[in-house]
């Protein structure tokens, strides 16, 4: 059996090279992570009267319950159906 030197070379080139591509993939995906969090927890923090795209005011925790935005018969239609769908899947699990 013959070794050829070329060959030898060029595998260890590209084990290298794939432990160089792994990981600074991941030292950029944490990063990419850390960032879209950051992102996140700023959106999250919001003026207490912020208003949707409609104009109605959103529920906050010191509002009072007069001012509690209540959905219209779309949205209502929508969280039922998305209720149903999960109870639905919920007894096929079962």
Known sequence: ME????????????????GFIGQFGKSLSVALIQKFKKKKEA????????????????????M?????YL???K???KLEKARFKMMKKAAKKD
């Open 3 to 18: 070794i050829d030197f070329q060959k030898v070379i060029i595998w260890v080139s590209l084990v290298l090279l794939a």
């Open 75 to 77: 949205a209502l239609k």
């Open 71 to 73: 959905p219209d018969s």
């Open 43 to 62: 959106l999250a923090v919001q003026p207490e009267e912020t208003k949707t795209d409609s104009g109605k005011k959103k529920i906050t925790d010191s």
């Open 64 to 68: 009072s319950a007069e001012e509690v």
